[in-house]
């Protein structure tokens, strides 16, 4: 290898080593750190009584409710505002991408719910629908109280996610709808295609790439759920996620080991959830970045 | 231009004004429901309507006058700005070589900083809740700091390489053949090429700092370092007969503000650095 190549592979690897250091000490050793306290039965409050447990902080987790029924509402969540989102998100995108006039309000308007803070949007949303402060049930004439109730709490806890994120959904999406060819539609419009056809046939198709993309970020965004689950409910009447779980545990109940194996635990869900839309649907995201 | 071609007839001009003015609405609803909020007397909050009958700035001089939320503000500023500016710094040394040097294990950061961008935080909090207490971290602006910066690191890299990718490189050649020195053509050709990008980067660093709240709650404790949400979600009223409903709306309004004004002065930019990684990467 010539010298000259050789030192700019060195100044290649020096200029990304600060960066690279920096996630690894954040990411990669906290989580291996993680499945070694998760092998311990170990609580802050009892330091002394540390022990080696081997796998029974996981037997333990997976053998309690708690955790199915809290895997089973993040599925929930996940599942409910993502769909919506999707749906509304191509809508949005659509009406940014067609609008002649508005075109700056409509994307500076969807910019504000991406730009405010989760607490925020949780606490408005959790204001509008209680029955003390909000306006939602003089609006309607109900007396519902709305985040005391399951699967009513689960429906303000997905129309706040969606209200929050539809934006950068619909924004990914807007960039993929920009790639389509107009010459394409046009050509399909001279064919006799109506406005669904060529939708259904044309546009969706050559967005498949970015809708995918989309899917795949907002899926683990919202497996990932907190602050608006905390904020809303605290996980309480069943309307625990599986990371309100993990705090509890480590951060409430000062449980680490334990606390450690649900961490553990929804790390691998994200990993099963990336490595299904990697593999299964062909996500690639790594694209042309030889550059 | 995106009418390609098409001409558009009048139902459908009408329906995208509806879909305008809707799309509209649906963004600024919530805003506009808890500035109402905040508005209120405290005597009007159960008042179940949805903007306030008379106008009261009571709960702002409140929470200004209460120690805790100028000391959250002060540290979800500081905080942010510095993960903000180390992170940038970071992400260009990285982005820069891996879109201008010849070097194995590029597609390796890039890849290892998407994982990374999907990681779930929940997952090292005990970790770094348990170390950080014993080297004292716990509780502090560095400890906040870092983890903020490392969590931000991919996102920078991914924005900062995608805008690295369309500066034209060779012009630092052309300024230094026509008599410019290194510094010169530094400073006047490449870095007002870099700016916007650098710029973009450092907005959306700074909204995912600012935005925290499970690193917050779990790696602080007290006015030292407890953040603007974390701040806000443990409100407590000013008696024990009193709900912080109108305090906890001030307090949303005055960290929403800022934010709802720097979307809209850099609307496109955030646009294009937001889609700018994901979609064309």
């Known amino acids: 290898m010539k010298p000259r190549a050789l030192s700019e592979r060195h100044l290649g690897w020096l200029l990304c080593a600060p960066a690279v250091a920096a996630m690894l000490l954040v990411t990669a050793w ?68 067609r609008a002649v006039f508005g075109r700056r309000s409509v994307r500076a308007a969807i910019l504000v ?35 005391t109730d399951r699967w009513s709490a689960f429906f303000v806890i997905i129309l706040t996610e969606i209200w929050k994120t539809t934006p950068f959904m619909a924004l990914l999406l807007l960039a993929g709808l920009t790639l389509v060819p107009g010459d394409l539609l046009l050509a399909a419009r001279v064919d006799g295609a109506n406005a669904l056809q060529r939708f259904t046939r044309i546009t969706l198709p050559l967005m498949k790439p970015a809708i995918l ?15 608006t689950v905390y904020v809303q409910t605290r996980g309480a009447h069943a309307t625990e996620s599986v990371s309100i779980v993990g705090y509890n545990t480590l951060i409430t ?17 994200v990993l099963i959830i990336a490595l299904v839309f990697i593999k299964g649907f062909g996500v690639s995201m790594t694209r042309g970045d030889e550059g | 231009m995106t009418a390609t071609g098409m001409k558009q007839n009048t139902m459908e001009r009408v329906f995208l004004s509806c879909g305008v003015v809707i799309v509209v609405i649906y963004a600024l609803f919530p805003v506009v429901w808890i500035l109402s909020l905040s508005l209120k007397r405290s005597a009007d909050l159960n008042d179940n309507r949805l903007f306030p009958g008379t106008i009261s700035l009571e709960h702002y001089r409140a929470i200004f006058a209460d120690i805790q939320f100028p000391a959250a503000l002060w540290n979800s500023l500081g ?29 390796w950061i890039l890849g290892g900083a998407l994982s990374i961008a999907m990681f779930p935080p929940i997952a090292i909090i ?38 690295f990718r369309e500066i034209p490189w060779d012009l630092d050649r052309a300024a230094r053949v026509d008599g410019a020195t290194a510094f010169q053509a530094f400073r006047h050709v490449m870095a007002p090429l870099a700016a916007p990008g650098v710029f973009t980067t450092a907005i959306l660093v700074f909204i995912f700092a600012w935005n925290d709240f499970l690193l917050a709650t779990a790696l602080t404790s007290t006015n030292n370092a407890r953040t603007v949400p974390a701040a806000i979600a443990f409100f407590t009223g000013s008696s024990r007969f009193e709900l912080p409903t109108g305090s906890i709306a001030a307090a949303s309004v005055v960290v929403t503000l800022p934010i709802v004004v720097m979307v809209l002065v850099f609307q496109r930019r955030i646009v294009a650095g937001l889609t700018a990684g994901a979609v064309k990467g």
């Open chain 1, 30 to 97: 906290p989580i291996l750190y993680a499945c070694w306290l998760s092998l311990f039965h170990y609580d802050l409050r009892f330091p002394e009584q540390r022990a080696f447990v081997g796998l029974a902080n996981y037997l333990s987790v997976l053998g309690s409710g708690i955790w199915w029924q809290s895997l089973l509402n993040t599925l929930i969540v996940t599942a409910g505002s993502v769909t919506v989102e999707l749906v509304l998100g191509l809508a949005l995108a659509l009406v940014m991408h």
């Open chain 1, 113 to 147: 719910p991406y730009g405010i803070i989760t607490v925020v949007a949780a606490l408005a949303w959790k204001f509008a629908f209680d029955p003390t402060t909000g306006f939602v049930n003089a609006l309607l004439g109900l007396e519902q109280p709305w985040l």
């Open chain 1, 213 to 227: 993309v989309a899917l795949l970020f907002r899926t683990l965004d919202a497996f990932r759920i907190f602050d």
């Open chain 1, 253 to 269: 109940r000062l449980n680490l080991g334990l606390g450690s194996a649900v961490s553990v635990l929804v790390f691998m869900g």
């Open chain 2, 79 to 107: 905080i942010a700005s510095i993960a903000t500016s180390l992170a940038v710094l970071l992400a260009m040394f990285a982005a820069y070589a891996i879109v201008r040097l010849r070097f194995p294990g590029k597609r």
């Open chain 2, 126 to 163: 005990g970790p770094l809740f348990n170390v950080w207490r014993s080297v004292g971290l716990f509780d502090t602006w560095p400890g906040l700091i870092l983890p903020y910066m490392s969590f931000t690191l991919p996102l920078a890299i991914w924005t900062l390489t995608a805008f």
